[in-house]
């Protein structure tokens, strides 16, 4: 009974989530994490002391992973910068209900979205929905499948590229201008997901492409689905460029976003994430449900530096 425990524990603690099926496993350490009392509780009444020790390990190990997750930070947001809403949105092969997305949009006054999963038809219901009245500008890529992608804003963008990974899935990237701030680089995160034996490949070299934090330039923002949690080594390693995970800045990040609809015999996990650079503070993360879509959206309140623009 302890010995599968101590081997994630170990997995997970040193970064060896790598291949199938531990990328997509990983994913479930939280409650693997919960699990792990039950080893510890049966070795203690049983008086067993070396499973019991080697239980109380793991689960200390799992716990100290896992549970800064519901603890908010204390670091202080920027004096006096403005606040922006950014919202992710996975639109399943662009299923997602267009109307639910913009009515985010209006109750949340959200500045910024970015898409996934963009296409022709999603961008023509948008449109239809009213997203271009409240959010005018655009920097969008449709594309039939699952590798479109967009970002919508309320303020002046410039498109800045698409950017294609060798797997054929890519990001919208957009430099945003917001008045009283800093300079915005916003992309629209989505890297291959590691759904199969034969995708765990791809999604790991995508995900080390995505781009490094810019602590003396523009401020970075790095919203979607990564198809990662906190677990993933991987993960963990585009954070360490300088960015934060807003959810797990308010002490929001056991929230899943995936799935929900469709897959109830699946736990829910993390996938969908807003990442901004150490200097934007995060007031608040929530979730919600968006029919048509496997994925719920994830809306940030972020407050960024002041600049001179």
Same mark, same amino acid.
């Given at each position: 009974? +302890?010995?599968?425990?101590?081997?994630?524990?170990?997995?997970?603690?040193?970064?060896?989530?790598?291949?199938?099926?531990?990328?997509?496993?990983?994913?479930? $350490?939280?409650?693997?994490?919960?699990?792990?009392?039950? #080893?510890?509780?049966?070795?203690?009444?049983?008086?067993?002391?070396?499973?019991?020790?080697?239980?109380?390990?793991?689960?200390?190990?799992?716990?100290?992973?896992?549970?800064?997750?519901?603890?908010?930070?204390?670091?202080? %947001?920027?004096?006096?910068? #403005?606040?922006?809403?950014?919202?992710?949105?996975?639109?399943?092969?662009?299923? &997602?209900?267009?109307?639910?997305?913009?009515?985010?949009?209006?109750?949340?006054?959200?500045?910024?979205?970015?898409?996934? %999963?963009?296409?022709? %038809?999603?961008?023509?219901?948008?449109?239809?929905?009213?997203?271009?009245?409240?959010? #005018?500008? &655009? +920097?969008?890529?449709?594309?039939?499948?699952?590798?479109?992608?967009?970002?919508?804003?309320?303020?002046?963008? $410039?498109?800045?590229?698409?950017?294609?990974?060798?797997?054929?899935?890519?990001?919208?990237?957009?430099?945003?201008?917001?008045?009283?701030?800093?300079? +915005?680089?916003?992309?629209?995160?989505?890297?291959?997901?590691?759904?199969?034996?034969?995708?765990?490949?791809?999604? %790991?070299?995508?995900?080390?492409?995505?781009?490094? &934090?810019?602590?003396?330039?523009?401020v970075s923002l790095?919203?979607?689905?990564?198809?990662? $949690?906190?677990?993933?080594?991987?993960?963990?390693?585009?954070?360490?460029?300088?960015?934060?995970?807003?959810?797990?800045?308010v002490g929001a990040?056991?929230?899943?976003?995936?799935?929900?609809?469709?897959?109830?015999?699946?736990?829910?996990?993390?996938?969908?994430?807003?990442?901004?650079?150490?200097?934007?503070?995060?007031?608040?993360?929530?979730?919600?449900?968006?029919?048509?879509?496997?994925?719920?959206?994830?809306?940030?309140?972020?407050?960024?530096?002041?600049?001179?623009?």
């Amino acid at each position: 009974m +302890v010995v599968p425990f101590v081997v994630w524990a170990a997995t997970r603690v040193l970064g060896l989530d790598s291949g199938f099926p531990a990328v997509q496993l990983i994913a479930f $350490t939280p409650y693997v994490a919960a699990a792990s009392l039950l #080893p510890l509780s049966v070795a203690l009444a049983t008086r067993r002391v070396w499973p019991a020790l080697l239980a109380a390990l793991a689960t200390v190990a799992l716990a100290a992973c896992v549970l800064p997750r519901w603890v908010a930070d204390s670091t202080p %947001e920027p004096d006096g910068g #403005p606040v922006v809403r950014v919202m992710s949105v996975n639109m399943l092969f662009g299923g &997602a209900d267009a109307a639910t997305i913009v009515g985010l949009v209006k109750q949340f006054q959200v500045d910024l979205v970015a898409l996934q %999963e963009y296409t022709p %038809e999603a961008k023509a219901g948008l449109r239809a929905a009213g997203l271009e009245d409240v959010l #005018p500008n &655009a +920097v969008s890529y449709p594309k039939p499948g699952v590798t479109g992608s967009a970002v919508y804003s309320r303020y002046a963008v $410039t498109d800045i590229g698409y950017r294609l990974f060798p797997s054929g899935f890519g990001q919208a990237q957009a430099a945003v201008r917001v008045p009283g701030a800093l300079d +915005v680089r916003v992309e629209s995160v989505h890297p291959c997901a590691p759904a199969t034996m034969g995708r765990a490949g791809c999604w %790991e070299r995508d995900i080390v492409q995505e781009p490094a &934090a810019t602590p003396d330039g523009a401020v970075s923002l790095l919203i979607g689905d990564f198809n990662a $949690t906190l677990d993933h080594e991987k993960f963990r390693a585009v954070l360490d460029t300088g960015y934060r995970d807003a959810a797990d800045v308010v002490g929001a990040g056991f929230e899943a976003s995936w799935p929900y609809q469709g897959k109830w015999f699946v736990p829910g996990v993390t996938l969908d994430h807003v990442l901004a650079d150490k200097r934007v503070g995060v007031r608040k993360v929530s979730v919600h449900r968006l029919p048509a879509s496997d994925h719920k959206a994830v809306v940030a309140e972020l407050v960024l530096p002041r600049g001179g623009n």
